[in-house]
């Protein structure tokens, strides 16, 4: 019998939701979270990779980084402030490929406003 094909559906997430995001250590310094953090992959067509709290813990975020989960921190972003950044879309994707119901992308240019925003928004949720 063949695998079953998991998938879920697109959902509208709330504004009073959050979302995580693994920062990487060479993204932060001084305890501080450095600009390039926030960043689309890939660049021209993807969206910032972050994980909807409602169905997954910080703790799970942090531990799907490639690097290992010692070289993370998590960020919560709350949705809804996330959203009143000028041009920034928050859409929840699925990734059926990798078994991630809680895959969520904010699509939208990083310029550095954009980058200096997402920083005051960004609360630490695990640090390093």
Do not use: C
Request: proline share 8%; net charge neutral; charged share 30%.
């Amino acid at each position: 019998m063949a695998d079953a094909v998991v998938s879920w559906p697109i959902e509208e997430i709330p504004p009073e939701d959050h979302l995580w995001m693994r920062v990487h250590t060479k993204d932060i310094e001084d305890g501080e979270i450095l600009p390039r953090a926030f960043r689309n992959r890939p660049p021209k067509t993807g969206g910032m990779s972050t994980d909807w709290a409602k169905y997954r813990t910080a703790q799970d975020t942090r531990n799907d980084g490639r690097a290992g989960p010692e070289n993370y921190a998590v960020i919560r972003l709350n949705v809804g402030e996330v959203r009143v950044i000028p041009d920034q879309k928050v859409e929840h994707t699925p990734d059926v490929a990798k078994n991630n119901r809680a895959h969520t992308d904010v699509f939208g240019e990083k310029n550095p406003q954009t980058r200096v925003l997402l920083i005051r928004a960004a609360k630490f949720e695990l640090n390093l």
